[in-house]
């Protein structure tokens, strides 16, 4: 089953002790400036993704129930995965044919990827690789709550007290065969998580770009040759694409740390838009754009 929309918005129950209505936050509310993640979007009811609609517009929830008149913050993104109503993707057909969600509600998504099970024996080998890897690299930690075990209250103390301790962050993985398999030396390094934690956190509080006139100029090109090539793509062009590849030119300026956004953020927004919305490569360079918001 589903999620349901007033787990997701908000509810409103009643005190078992004193009787009286009170409100009850739900996931969007509780990832106020955060991201809620919602899995099989597709299960959910008719009348639980109308609730939604408002929080993916307006970024707030209307409460109007039993007396209480509030609005809620719920400025969060939301990452949404929905399976095929055929089992089985069927390229023949779009995307809200696949899904069976409405043009109403898949346009409030900036971006929208298909995931596809492809036939590739290297990518397959590659994924059973990491995957008997993970089995194979088991920490004590894991090893004790597999066995249903309980790990003493000493040996969480002390890891956090050497993690307090540990006033530097290193920047990059440290090589280890049984996690990262056998990568070529050519490959480029890998970021550790507190460092991608803490460079996320300051682009995201301490970056405040703005858009510049020759950014402005590349959306608003942008922006016309979508809506006339708007046929053949898999999603409706409207006014909320044009909000998207604001958001998605920001967020790259943000990644590089930027005060203003340039034409090079427009562009890089504009190639994730055309790989979303046509399912094609970066027409300069014939590759997938790697650069993330």
């Given at each position: 089953r589903g999620s349901?929309?007033?787990?997701?918005?908000?509810a409103v129950t009643t005190d078992g002790e004193t009787g009286e209505r009170r409100l009850e936050a739900g996931a969007m509310v509780l990832a106020d400036r955060g991201v809620v993640c919602i899995d099989e979007f597709d299960k959910m009811s008719e009348e639980d993704r109308v609730a939604i609609h408002e929080v993916m517009e307006q970024q707030t929830v209307t409460i109007d129930k039993a007396g209480i008149h509030t609005s809620l913050n719920a400025r969060c993104s939301v990452v949404a995965a929905a399976n095929p109503i055929y089992?089985?993707?069927?390229?023949?057909?779009?995307?809200?044919?696949?899904?069976?969600?409405?043009?109403?509600l898949l346009s409030r998504f900036d971006l929208l990827y298909i995931v596809l099970d492809t036939t590739d024996p290297s990518r397959d080998r590659a994924i059973s690789d990491h995957v008997l890897r993970m089995h194979q690299y088991r920490g004590a930690n894991d090893?004790?709550?597999?066995?249903?075990?309980?790990?003493?209250?000493?040996?969480?103390i002390s890891t956090n007290v050497e993690n307090e301790e540990s006033n530097s962050t290193p920047i990059y993985q440290k090589f280890n065969r049984l996690l990262?398999?056998?990568?070529?030396?050519?490959?480029?390094?890998?970021?550790?998580?507190?460092?991608?934690?803490k460079y996320m956190l300051y682009a995201k509080h301490r970056i405040h770009p703005v858009l510049t006139d020759e950014a402005i100029a590349t959306i608003s090109r942008a922006y016309a040759e979508l809506r006339a090539k708007q046929e053949i793509m898999t999603l409706p062009v409207t006014a909320r694409s044009l909000e998207t590849m604001i958001r998605l030119s920001t967020a790259h300026a943000k990644c590089r740390l930027s005060s203003e956004v340039t034409d090079i953020d427009a562009q890089v927004a504009l190639d994730m838009m055309n790989f979303a919305l046509f399912n094609e490569a970066n027409p300069r360079t014939g590759t997938v754009p790697t650069a993330a918001p």
């Open positions: 349901s929309g007033v787990g997701l918005t908000a089992g089985q993707y069927n390229r023949k057909k779009k995307p809200t044919e696949n899904i069976g969600l409405p043009d109403s090893e004790a709550l597999s066995v249903g075990g309980i790990i003493s209250e000493s040996t969480a990262h398999g056998s990568r070529p030396k050519s490959s480029p390094p890998l970021f550790t998580i507190a460092f991608l934690k």
